[in-house]
């Protein structure tokens, strides 16, 4: 039999199934040794998928069971027959009562549903909860985000979307693009009064991964996720220490460096020469797409590189005192890769405010190529013509806090690297070579 639920809040409603399985259908009809084999599964989608196991033994009407970890739920009591809620005495059946943990077991009849019954004679009946009350835990998270190109702004509209699917708080915090202040950020958090701190940080680090923060996430039991960062050495041994949630989402920064080789040996089939805009020389995303794009492309492939901050503005900075230079006017540039779309749009905002004439249409006329790939900027930028080019990298703080939000309702860590995949925009093949 299997009876759903709803769990209403203010808000929001959770679903339970509640399935119970039974050895045996004979029942003492006094009610002595009425649990004796049973068996339940709790399968809970709220809202994640996870099973618990909890058995009911004992004799008499009403049967102790062994309680189970369910974040928001706890089983009391399996009654057989009949039951006393709160001197209402209630005809045959099996009841579930749940209850807050440490709470008192005092029920009035309004506080319980009636949600099922079975071949006439089993019912089912679960407390309407409201949330807050009854075990059922809001969980406060924390992210914080440089906002500073389209890439963070779909972060946090993808953790928020999220947020509001769980049902849980989610604080953003805008930071600036400095190590120091997002450390002290991150500090005060977690130095905060029990009460004011929250269940969980994700944050994508500016310089470091913030590792002695990480001790002290882990001490005080808040859930510490880092965004976009693959190598994060202290993780290992804090989750062997602690069972505080610790893990890290992130693209493989080597496979979009080599993606966008990939398409740079395409687009220059007979070699040549790339003006490429890397993202700050601090950043381990930059690194590592700059290592992946190296070993994709051909040796017949030189680089230039300048530096820019994710952003349009500085790469159109960068670029514009770049064309300044000699060096600029006589090189041959085949292909403008950037390391984020919001760079190789600014770069390509450089070239039209600042080359003119027959110079000006030869540079506007490259392949132009970036990364993040974003529906609403990066693949609006290729169908429109202003970019050739995109590696895909879907917004991963939304997976990040679904993992989260599971991983502390659970106290079961997610595997220590969760990967986003990525994909260039459009397929490879499709893109046209330049013309010799």
């Known amino acids: 039999m299997v009876v759903k639920a709803l769990l209403d809040s203010e808000s ?14 004979s029942r003492a009809k006094n009610g002595t040794d009425s649990a004796a084999g049973a068996e339940a599964t709790v399968a809970a989608n709220m809202p994640i998928a ?25 089983i009391l009591r399996f009654f057989e027959r009949s039951c006393e809620l709160s001197g209402h005495s209630h005809p045959g059946g099996n009841y579930i009562m749940t209850q807050r943990v440490g709470g008192s077991t005092a029920l009035d009849r309004s506080d319980v549903e009636k949600i099922g019954q079975h071949d006439g004679r ?41 947020a509001n699917r769980l049902g849980i708080q989610l604080h953003v915090i805008h930071t600036e693009h400095d190590a120091i202040v997002q450390g002290d950020q991150v500090l005060r958090l977690l130095q905060s009064a029990a009460g004011e701190r929250p269940d969980g940080i994700l944050f994508e680090p500016v310089g470091t991964p913030l ?41 493989n920064h080597a496979d979009v460096g080599r993606l966008q080789g990939e398409q740079i040996a395409h687009l220059l089939p007979g070699g040549g020469t790339v003006l490429y805009i890397q993202g700050p020389s601090d950043n381990d995303a930059s690194k590592r797409r700059c290592a992946g794009m190296m070993t994709a492309k051909p040796a017949n492939i030189e680089v230039r590189a ?69 529906p609403g900027t ?18 991963n703080a ?12 659970t106290g079961k860590q997610p595997p220590a690297c969760v990967n986003t995949e990525v994909s260039s925009y459009p397929p490879i093949p499709s893109l046209k070579p330049v013309a010799g």
């Open 12 to 25: 929001h409603m959770r679903v339970i199934s509640i399935t119970i399985f039974q050895e045996g259908e």
């Open 50 to 74: 996870s099973l618990w196991k909890f058995s009911c033994t004992g004799a008499g009407v009403c049967c102790d069971c062994l309680t189970f970890s369910a974040p928001y739920f706890k």
């Open 122 to 162: 089993t019912i089912l009946m679960v407390l309407k909860v409201n949330e807050g009350e009854f075990g059922m835990k809001k969980f406060r998270i924390t992210l914080l985000v440089v906002e500073n190109n389209d890439y963070q702004t779909e972060q946090v509209i993808s953790a928020q979307a999220a």
């Open 211 to 251: 590792a002695q923060a990480a001790k002290l996430a882990a001490s005080v039991g808040v859930g510490w996720v880092v965004l976009n960062r693959e190598s994060v050495d202290y993780l290992s041994d804090l989750r062997q220490r602690c069972s505080t949630p610790m893990f890290s989402v992130t693209a």
């Open 306 to 374: 300048l530096r820019g901050l994710w952003t349009e503005e500085s790469a159109h900075h960068a670029v514009t005192q770049w064309l300044d230079l000699n060096i600029a006017k006589g090189l041959g540039v085949g292909v403008v890769a950037a390391q984020n779309d919001a760079m190789a749009l600014g770069a390509r905002r450089a070239f039209e405010d600042r080359a003119a004439g027959a110079a000006r249409d030869r540079w506007l006329s490259l392949p132009f190529i970036g990364c993040d790939g974003l």
């Open 378 to 395: 990066g693949q609006a930028a290729v169908k429109s013509g202003r970019l050739s080019a995109t590696i895909v990298i879907p917004a």
């Open 398 to 409: 939304g997976n990040a806090l679904e993992l989260l939000t599971s991983a502390l309702q």
